[in-house]
Protein backbone atom coordinates (compact mmCIF):
# COMPACT_ATOMS: atom_id res chain seq x y z
CA UNK A 1 0.00 0.00 0.00
CA UNK A 2 1.10 3.26 -0.57
CA UNK A 3 1.97 6.05 2.15
CA UNK A 4 -1.22 8.61 0.20
CA UNK A 5 -3.82 5.09 0.45
CA UNK A 6 -2.35 4.44 3.73
CA UNK A 7 -3.31 7.57 4.96
CA UNK A 8 -6.62 7.96 3.44
CA UNK A 9 -7.78 4.59 5.11
CA UNK A 10 -6.70 6.08 8.17
CA UNK A 11 -8.75 9.07 7.89
CA UNK A 12 -11.50 6.64 7.13
CA UNK A 13 -11.47 5.19 10.38
CA UNK A 14 -13.59 6.27 13.09
CA UNK A 15 -12.77 7.60 16.56
CA UNK A 16 -9.93 9.72 15.08
CA UNK A 17 -8.42 12.58 17.72
CA UNK A 18 -10.22 16.24 18.12
CA UNK A 19 -7.61 18.83 18.67
CA UNK A 20 -8.21 21.95 20.65
CA UNK A 21 -6.87 24.78 18.74
CA UNK A 22 -6.67 27.35 21.75
CA UNK A 23 -9.04 29.68 20.22
CA UNK A 24 -7.08 30.59 17.46
CA UNK A 25 -8.62 31.90 14.25
CA UNK A 26 -7.30 31.05 10.50
CA UNK A 27 -3.81 32.71 10.16
CA UNK A 28 -2.71 32.62 13.66
CA UNK A 29 -2.13 29.95 16.58
CA UNK A 30 -3.10 30.65 20.22
CA UNK A 31 -0.49 31.22 22.87
CA UNK A 32 -1.02 27.57 24.13
CA UNK A 33 -0.25 26.05 21.04
CA UNK A 34 3.61 26.59 20.10
CA UNK A 35 6.66 24.32 19.17
CA UNK A 36 8.26 23.05 21.76
CA UNK A 37 11.22 24.42 22.98
CA UNK A 38 14.87 23.31 21.76
CA UNK A 39 17.01 21.47 23.13
CA UNK A 40 17.65 16.91 23.79
CA UNK A 41 14.14 15.49 22.03
CA UNK A 42 11.67 14.23 25.07
CA UNK A 43 10.18 10.82 25.04
CA UNK A 44 7.18 12.77 24.29
CA UNK A 45 8.75 13.92 20.55
CA UNK A 46 9.62 10.28 19.85
CA UNK A 47 5.96 8.85 20.80
CA UNK A 48 4.56 11.20 17.83
CA UNK A 49 6.93 10.19 15.55
CA UNK A 50 6.28 6.45 16.00
CA UNK A 51 2.42 7.42 15.65
CA UNK A 52 3.26 8.83 12.33
CA UNK A 53 4.62 5.76 11.63
CA UNK A 54 1.97 3.96 11.95
CA UNK A 55 -0.15 6.17 10.17
CA UNK A 56 -1.81 7.61 13.43
CA UNK A 57 -2.61 10.74 14.19
CA UNK A 58 -0.68 12.72 17.44
CA UNK A 59 -3.55 15.53 17.82
CA UNK A 60 -1.65 18.16 17.35
CA UNK A 61 -3.84 21.19 16.51
CA UNK A 62 -4.22 21.57 12.60
CA UNK A 63 -4.07 25.20 13.29
CA UNK A 64 -1.14 25.57 12.13
CA UNK A 65 1.56 28.30 12.38
CA UNK A 66 1.65 30.63 9.58
CA UNK A 67 3.61 33.94 8.39
CA UNK A 68 2.20 36.96 7.10
CA UNK A 69 3.61 37.79 3.48
CA UNK A 70 2.72 41.54 3.48
CA UNK A 71 3.22 44.53 5.52
CA UNK A 72 5.90 46.61 6.89
CA UNK A 73 8.28 43.49 7.09
CA UNK A 74 8.01 42.16 3.51
CA UNK A 75 8.19 46.28 2.02
CA UNK A 76 11.94 46.87 4.16
CA UNK A 77 13.03 43.33 2.68
CA UNK A 78 11.39 44.69 -1.08
CA UNK A 79 13.64 48.42 -0.78
CA UNK A 80 16.57 46.68 0.69
CA UNK A 81 16.49 44.62 -2.99
CA UNK A 82 16.63 47.71 -4.88
CA UNK A 83 20.64 47.96 -3.68
CA UNK A 84 21.20 44.28 -4.99
CA UNK A 85 23.47 44.87 -8.33
CA UNK A 86 23.07 41.85 -11.04
CA UNK A 87 24.16 41.76 -14.27
CA UNK A 88 21.84 43.07 -17.40
CA UNK A 89 18.79 41.08 -17.96
CA UNK A 90 18.38 39.81 -14.38
CA UNK A 91 16.48 40.81 -11.67
CA UNK A 92 15.71 39.93 -8.19
CA UNK A 93 12.35 39.98 -6.34
CA UNK A 94 11.18 39.12 -2.83
CA UNK A 95 9.66 35.71 -3.49
CA UNK A 96 8.76 35.19 0.71
CA UNK A 97 9.21 35.94 3.92
CA UNK A 98 10.40 33.33 6.28
CA UNK A 99 12.01 33.49 9.29
CA UNK A 100 15.72 32.08 9.67
CA UNK A 101 15.52 30.64 6.62
CA UNK A 102 18.27 28.10 5.14
CA UNK A 103 18.69 25.35 3.18
CA UNK A 104 15.86 24.53 0.68
CA UNK A 105 14.38 21.64 -1.28
CA UNK A 106 12.26 22.10 -3.73
CA UNK A 107 9.38 19.32 -4.22
CA UNK A 108 9.24 17.29 -7.06
CA UNK A 109 5.88 17.08 -7.95
CA UNK A 110 3.86 20.44 -6.57
CA UNK A 111 6.98 22.29 -6.67
CA UNK A 112 6.84 23.30 -2.98
CA UNK A 113 9.86 24.87 -1.54
CA UNK A 114 10.99 22.90 1.75
CA UNK A 115 13.26 25.45 3.69
CA UNK A 116 15.29 24.31 7.29
CA UNK A 117 16.53 26.39 9.50
CA UNK A 118 19.26 26.06 12.35
CA UNK A 119 15.99 26.36 15.09
CA UNK A 120 13.17 23.98 15.62
CA UNK A 121 11.16 24.48 12.60
CA UNK A 122 10.64 23.48 8.74
CA UNK A 123 8.85 25.71 6.68
CA UNK A 124 6.78 25.06 3.97
CA UNK A 125 6.53 27.81 0.62
CA UNK A 126 4.05 27.65 -1.69
CA UNK A 127 2.78 29.29 -4.70
CA UNK A 128 -0.37 28.11 -5.23
CA UNK A 129 -1.28 30.45 -8.40
CA UNK A 130 1.99 30.67 -10.14
CA UNK A 131 2.87 34.03 -10.06
CA UNK A 132 6.46 32.97 -8.97
CA UNK A 133 5.49 35.09 -5.23
CA UNK A 134 4.79 33.10 -2.25
CA UNK A 135 0.88 32.49 -1.35
CA UNK A 136 1.90 30.81 1.68
CA UNK A 137 4.28 30.45 4.42
CA UNK A 138 3.18 27.64 7.12
CA UNK A 139 4.94 25.49 9.43
CA UNK A 140 5.82 21.98 8.40
CA UNK A 141 5.17 18.93 10.52
CA UNK A 142 4.16 20.64 13.92
CA UNK A 143 3.83 17.11 15.48
CA UNK A 144 7.49 16.85 15.38
CA UNK A 145 10.17 18.07 17.61
CA UNK A 146 13.29 18.96 15.38
CA UNK A 147 16.42 20.25 16.50
CA UNK A 148 18.53 22.03 14.01
CA UNK A 149 16.83 20.84 10.56
CA UNK A 150 19.05 22.77 8.53
CA UNK A 151 19.34 20.26 5.85
CA UNK A 152 16.76 19.62 3.53
CA UNK A 153 17.03 17.47 -0.02
CA UNK A 154 14.95 15.09 -2.17
CA UNK A 155 15.24 11.82 -3.68
CA UNK A 156 14.20 11.45 -7.51
CA UNK A 157 10.89 10.03 -6.27
CA UNK A 158 9.72 12.67 -4.26
CA UNK A 159 10.90 11.60 -0.30
CA UNK A 160 12.00 14.60 1.89
CA UNK A 161 15.34 14.35 3.65
CA UNK A 162 15.85 16.14 6.79
CA UNK A 163 18.88 16.08 8.38
CA UNK A 164 19.10 17.47 11.82
CA UNK A 165 22.08 18.22 14.43
CA UNK A 166 21.76 13.98 14.99
CA UNK A 167 19.49 12.14 13.23
CA UNK A 168 18.25 11.88 9.79
CA UNK A 169 14.27 11.37 9.09
CA UNK A 170 12.34 10.79 5.44
CA UNK A 171 8.69 12.39 4.56
CA UNK A 172 7.84 9.68 1.98
CA UNK A 173 5.07 11.78 0.59
CA UNK A 174 5.76 15.59 2.42
CA UNK A 175 3.96 17.38 -0.96
CA UNK A 176 0.94 15.22 -0.16
CA UNK A 177 0.94 15.40 3.62
CA UNK A 178 2.35 18.96 4.64
CA UNK A 179 -0.97 20.81 4.32
CA UNK A 180 -2.51 19.00 7.74
CA UNK A 181 0.30 18.90 11.14
CA UNK A 182 0.68 14.67 10.95
CA UNK A 183 3.35 13.69 8.49
CA UNK A 184 3.91 10.32 7.26
CA UNK A 185 7.79 10.41 8.38
CA UNK A 186 10.56 7.18 8.75
CA UNK A 187 13.76 7.58 10.79
CA UNK A 188 16.67 7.10 8.52
CA UNK A 189 19.23 7.72 11.53
CA UNK A 190 17.84 7.38 14.92
CA UNK A 191 18.03 10.39 17.85
CA UNK A 192 22.03 10.20 18.75
CA UNK A 193 23.19 7.89 15.76
CA UNK A 194 24.46 10.36 13.11
CA UNK A 195 27.18 11.33 15.65
CA UNK A 196 27.87 9.95 18.75
CA UNK A 197 26.19 12.17 21.70
CA UNK A 198 29.82 12.94 23.34
CA UNK A 199 30.48 15.10 20.10
CA UNK A 200 27.62 17.13 20.18
CA UNK A 201 28.19 20.84 19.65
CA UNK A 202 26.31 23.85 19.01
CA UNK A 203 28.97 24.81 16.67
CA UNK A 204 29.59 23.41 13.16
CA UNK A 205 26.13 21.52 14.03
CA UNK A 206 24.24 22.99 10.53
CA UNK A 207 24.05 19.41 8.34
CA UNK A 208 23.43 19.90 4.87
CA UNK A 209 22.70 16.59 2.44
CA UNK A 210 22.37 15.15 -1.48
CA UNK A 211 20.65 12.36 -3.16
CA UNK A 212 23.62 10.82 -5.47
CA UNK A 213 23.55 9.57 -8.92
CA UNK A 214 24.05 5.79 -6.76
CA UNK A 215 20.58 6.40 -5.22
CA UNK A 216 22.41 7.02 -1.77
CA UNK A 217 22.49 10.12 0.55
CA UNK A 218 25.43 12.01 1.30
CA UNK A 219 25.61 14.40 4.35
CA UNK A 220 28.31 16.75 5.38
CA UNK A 221 29.24 16.62 9.10
CA UNK A 222 31.15 19.69 10.16
CA UNK A 223 33.44 18.68 13.06
CA UNK A 224 33.11 21.56 16.10
CA UNK A 225 36.11 23.12 16.76
CA UNK A 226 38.28 26.10 15.13
CA UNK A 227 41.22 23.55 14.72
CA UNK A 228 40.98 19.93 16.42
CA UNK A 229 42.99 18.24 18.86
CA UNK A 230 45.40 15.19 17.38
CA UNK A 231 43.80 13.31 20.21
CA UNK A 232 40.73 14.03 18.06
CA UNK A 233 41.39 12.27 14.82
CA UNK A 234 40.91 9.04 15.22
CA UNK A 235 38.06 9.49 16.11
CA UNK A 236 36.06 11.97 13.73
CA UNK A 237 38.14 9.96 10.65
CA UNK A 238 36.23 6.89 11.73
CA UNK A 239 32.66 8.44 12.39
CA UNK A 240 33.19 10.87 8.97
CA UNK A 241 33.17 14.03 11.55
CA UNK A 242 35.13 16.81 9.91
CA UNK A 243 34.23 14.98 6.52
CA UNK A 244 31.03 13.60 4.36
CA UNK A 245 29.17 10.32 4.83
CA UNK A 246 26.83 8.12 2.52
CA UNK A 247 24.59 5.56 3.12
CA UNK A 248 21.42 3.81 1.58
CA UNK A 249 18.41 5.63 1.75
CA UNK A 250 16.84 3.23 4.61
CA UNK A 251 20.52 4.59 7.00
CA UNK A 252 22.30 0.72 5.79
CA UNK A 253 25.68 0.48 4.74
CA UNK A 254 27.28 3.63 5.93
CA UNK A 255 30.62 4.92 4.61
CA UNK A 256 32.88 7.48 5.16
CA UNK A 257 32.90 9.06 1.77
CA UNK A 258 35.41 12.03 2.04
CA UNK A 259 37.92 13.18 4.78
CA UNK A 260 39.72 16.07 5.82
CA UNK A 261 36.95 18.88 5.37
CA UNK A 262 36.26 21.14 8.19
CA UNK A 263 32.93 22.26 8.02
CA UNK A 264 31.14 22.17 4.65
CA UNK A 265 27.54 23.46 4.41
CA UNK A 266 27.30 23.16 0.81
CA UNK A 267 27.42 19.88 -1.18
CA UNK A 268 26.16 19.28 -5.16
CA UNK A 269 26.35 16.77 -7.48
CA UNK A 270 27.41 18.13 -11.04
CA UNK A 271 25.01 16.70 -13.57
CA UNK A 272 26.17 13.90 -15.52
CA UNK A 273 28.69 12.90 -13.50
CA UNK A 274 29.58 11.09 -10.12
CA UNK A 275 31.53 14.44 -8.77
CA UNK A 276 30.42 15.81 -5.60
CA UNK A 277 31.55 19.78 -5.37
CA UNK A 278 31.15 21.21 -1.99
CA UNK A 279 32.51 24.70 -0.39
CA UNK A 280 34.51 24.36 3.22
CA UNK A 281 35.01 27.16 5.34
CA UNK A 282 38.39 27.87 6.55
CA UNK A 283 39.96 28.44 9.62
CA UNK A 284 39.44 31.57 11.84
CA UNK A 285 42.18 33.76 13.92
CA UNK A 286 44.74 33.40 11.51
CA UNK A 287 43.82 37.55 10.44
CA UNK A 288 42.08 38.78 7.87
CA UNK A 289 43.09 38.02 4.47
CA UNK A 290 43.98 34.42 5.50
CA UNK A 291 43.40 31.30 4.75
CA UNK A 292 40.82 31.50 1.93
CA UNK A 293 37.69 29.65 1.97
CA UNK A 294 36.94 26.71 -0.65
CA UNK A 295 35.33 25.04 -3.68
CA UNK A 296 36.21 21.43 -3.84
CA UNK A 297 35.48 18.55 -6.01
CA UNK A 298 35.64 15.43 -5.08
CA UNK A 299 35.97 12.72 -7.89
CA UNK A 300 35.75 9.69 -6.00
CA UNK A 301 35.62 7.88 -2.96
CA UNK A 302 38.41 8.05 -0.16
CA UNK A 303 39.69 11.30 -0.84
CA UNK A 304 41.42 13.77 1.55
CA UNK A 305 41.09 17.22 1.62
CA UNK A 306 43.77 18.76 3.84
CA UNK A 307 41.96 20.00 6.91
CA UNK A 308 43.24 20.32 10.01
CA UNK A 309 46.93 20.38 8.03
CA UNK A 310 45.74 23.36 6.19
CA UNK A 311 43.55 25.58 7.05
CA UNK A 312 42.00 26.99 4.15
CA UNK A 313 43.87 26.18 0.35
CA UNK A 314 47.73 26.44 0.93
CA UNK A 315 47.97 28.10 4.22
CA UNK A 316 49.09 25.22 7.07
CA UNK A 317 47.76 25.80 10.54
CA UNK A 318 50.21 26.21 13.32
CA UNK A 319 48.44 23.61 15.33
CA UNK A 320 50.16 20.89 12.72
CA UNK A 321 52.67 22.32 11.63
CA UNK A 322 55.31 20.11 12.54
CA UNK A 323 52.88 16.97 11.38
CA UNK A 324 53.43 15.72 7.78
CA UNK A 325 49.33 15.96 6.03
CA UNK A 326 48.17 13.31 4.53
CA UNK A 327 49.98 12.02 0.55
CA UNK A 328 47.71 13.22 -2.70
CA UNK A 329 45.93 15.59 -0.44
CA UNK A 330 43.18 17.37 -3.23
CA UNK A 331 43.48 20.88 -3.15
CA UNK A 332 40.36 23.23 -3.41
CA UNK A 333 39.64 24.32 -6.88
CA UNK A 334 38.58 27.66 -6.01
CA UNK A 335 40.27 29.75 -3.20
CA UNK A 336 37.57 32.07 -2.23
CA UNK A 337 37.37 35.73 -0.39
CA UNK A 338 39.10 35.07 3.02
CA UNK A 339 36.32 34.72 5.67
CA UNK A 340 33.20 35.35 3.22
CA UNK A 341 31.69 31.74 4.62
CA UNK A 342 30.68 30.14 1.42
CA UNK A 343 27.52 28.04 2.20
CA UNK A 344 25.15 26.45 -0.10
CA UNK A 345 25.46 25.69 -3.91
CA UNK A 346 24.15 24.25 -6.69
CA UNK A 347 24.66 23.56 -10.42
CA UNK A 348 22.39 25.67 -12.87
CA UNK A 349 20.32 23.55 -14.83
CA UNK A 350 17.22 25.67 -15.59
CA UNK A 351 16.67 27.38 -19.02
CA UNK A 352 15.68 30.81 -18.27
CA UNK A 353 18.89 31.97 -18.05
CA UNK A 354 21.79 32.73 -20.80
CA UNK A 355 23.22 29.54 -22.13
CA UNK A 356 26.80 30.46 -20.58
CA UNK A 357 24.97 29.78 -16.88
CA UNK A 358 24.02 26.02 -17.87
CA UNK A 359 25.92 24.11 -16.01
CA UNK A 360 27.32 27.05 -13.60
CA UNK A 361 27.62 27.15 -9.93
CA UNK A 362 26.14 29.18 -8.01
CA UNK A 363 26.51 29.16 -4.20
CA UNK A 364 26.19 31.81 -1.28
CA UNK A 365 28.33 33.98 0.52
CA UNK A 366 27.38 34.17 3.74
CA UNK A 367 29.50 36.61 4.84
CA UNK A 368 32.14 37.38 7.69
CA UNK A 369 31.46 37.56 11.40
CA UNK A 370 35.20 38.48 12.58
CA UNK A 371 36.79 39.99 10.11
CA UNK A 372 37.89 43.68 10.76
CA UNK A 373 36.13 44.74 6.98
CA UNK A 374 32.99 42.85 6.35
CA UNK A 375 32.90 40.82 3.16
CA UNK A 376 30.65 38.17 1.20
CA UNK A 377 27.12 38.53 2.13
CA UNK A 378 27.06 38.08 -1.84
CA UNK A 379 25.72 34.94 -4.75
CA UNK A 380 28.81 34.22 -6.59
CA UNK A 381 28.59 32.20 -10.41
CA UNK A 382 31.49 29.96 -11.09
CA UNK A 383 31.70 28.94 -14.72
CA UNK A 384 33.51 25.33 -15.41
CA UNK A 385 35.11 24.50 -19.03
CA UNK A 386 33.49 20.90 -20.46
CA UNK A 387 35.91 18.87 -18.50
CA UNK A 388 34.79 20.68 -15.28
CA UNK A 389 38.23 22.51 -14.45
CA UNK A 390 37.02 26.13 -13.42
CA UNK A 391 36.65 29.05 -16.09
CA UNK A 392 35.92 32.04 -13.85
CA UNK A 393 34.62 32.40 -10.53
CA UNK A 394 32.73 36.38 -9.94
CA UNK A 395 29.96 37.89 -8.07
CA UNK A 396 26.45 37.39 -9.73
CA UNK A 397 24.30 39.26 -6.68
CA UNK A 398 25.43 41.25 -4.64
CA UNK A 399 24.59 44.76 -2.27
CA UNK A 400 23.62 42.95 1.04
CA UNK A 401 26.62 44.17 2.56
CA UNK A 402 26.73 47.80 3.21
CA UNK A 403 29.74 49.00 2.57
CA UNK A 404 29.32 52.50 4.01
CA UNK A 405 27.59 51.02 7.35
CA UNK A 406 29.37 47.64 7.09
CA UNK A 407 25.85 46.76 7.88
CA UNK A 408 24.33 43.53 6.56
CA UNK A 409 21.33 43.94 5.02
CA UNK A 410 20.48 40.24 4.53
CA UNK A 411 23.25 36.92 4.61
CA UNK A 412 22.74 34.77 1.55
CA UNK A 413 22.28 31.03 3.19
CA UNK A 414 21.44 28.99 -0.15
CA UNK A 415 20.83 28.65 -3.35
CA UNK A 416 18.14 26.71 -5.50
CA UNK A 417 16.71 26.12 -8.89
CA UNK A 418 12.39 26.34 -9.28
CA UNK A 419 11.31 24.99 -12.12
CA UNK A 420 10.76 27.98 -14.57
CA UNK A 421 14.05 27.92 -14.31
CA UNK A 422 14.41 31.24 -12.08
CA UNK A 423 16.65 30.87 -8.86
CA UNK A 424 15.63 31.02 -5.13
CA UNK A 425 18.32 32.45 -2.58
CA UNK A 426 17.61 32.55 1.19
CA UNK A 427 18.56 34.93 3.96
CA UNK A 428 18.30 33.76 7.31
CA UNK A 429 19.36 36.54 8.49
CA UNK A 430 16.33 38.79 6.93
CA UNK A 431 14.29 36.05 6.94
CA UNK A 432 13.27 35.75 3.32
CA UNK A 433 13.95 33.89 0.26
CA UNK A 434 14.50 35.86 -2.76
CA UNK A 435 13.78 35.22 -6.29
CA UNK A 436 16.14 36.04 -9.79
CA UNK A 437 14.92 36.21 -13.12
CA UNK A 438 15.92 36.71 -16.34
CA UNK A 439 14.33 38.57 -19.16
CA UNK A 440 16.68 39.32 -22.29
CA UNK A 441 14.39 42.05 -23.01
CA UNK A 442 15.21 44.25 -19.77
Same mark, same amino acid.
Given at each position: ??????WAQQQAQPGRTTTNTGGA???????????????????????????????????? &??????????????????????? /???????????????PDARHMAVGTSSGVVFVG????? $??? @???????????????????????????????? !??????????? @?????????????? !?????PVVAQGQLIPASEESFNH??? @??????????? /??????????? #?????? +??? $????? /???????????????????? &??????????????????? @?????????????????? %???? +?????????????????? &??? %??? =??????? =????????????????????????????????????????? #??????????????????????????????????????????????????????????????????
Open positions: MTASAATPGEVAPNIRPPPGGPLPQAGQGNLDRLQQFRTTGT &SAQMETVPQEGRRADALRRNLER /IKLPEGFRIDLFAVVTRKQR $VWA @VTDRDRDRVADEVKVFAPSIQFSVPNGLCFTP !DGFLQVVEHNR @VLSFPAAEFFYEGP !DVAAEGAR @VCRVGPDNKLY /ISLGQPFNVPA #AAKLEL +FNR $VGIGG /IIRMDRDGKNREVYARGIRN &SVGIAFRPGSNELWFTDNQ @VDGMGDDQPPGEINRSTG %PNQH +FGFPWYGGGSVRTKEFAN &SNP %PPE =TVPPVVE =TTPHAADLGLTFYDGRMFPEEYRGAILSAQHGSWNRTTPVG #ARVMVTFLNQDGTVREHKPFAEGWLDEETNEYLGRPVDVAVLRDGSVLVSDDMAGAIYRISYDRRR
